[in-house]
């Protein structure tokens, strides 16, 4: 099993959401989050005063798959997050050795 994690735009989540659901994927998990990259930040203006903020506002979408659906996945939120600027995110895929579901104590895939 792999865990796919995208850090992506919010104004993306809808499509990004559509993209999983349309391809079969049945949950993901959401946070608001706030970083930087290449980015850096970028300016804002307040009362005639510029300042930089250098955390900017992102979403994690957190999805856990079987092995063979991560290339899949990856793709689907590729094509719906990318909009060609710097800031688009990234995507992060790990290995996951185990998941339980508390309320049945299901594994593995069962417990998705």
Sequence with gaps: MKKVEAIIR??????????????GIVGMTVSEVRGFGRQKGQPERYRGSEYTVEFLQKLKVE????????????????AAARTGEIGDGKIFVTSVDKIIRIRTGESNMEAI
């Design 10 to 23: 919010p104004f993306k989540l809808d499509e990004v959401k559509i993209a999983l659901v349309n391809a």
């Design 63 to 78: 999805i856990v798959v079987e092995d063979d659906q991560t290339d899949m996945v990856v793709e689907k939120i590729i």
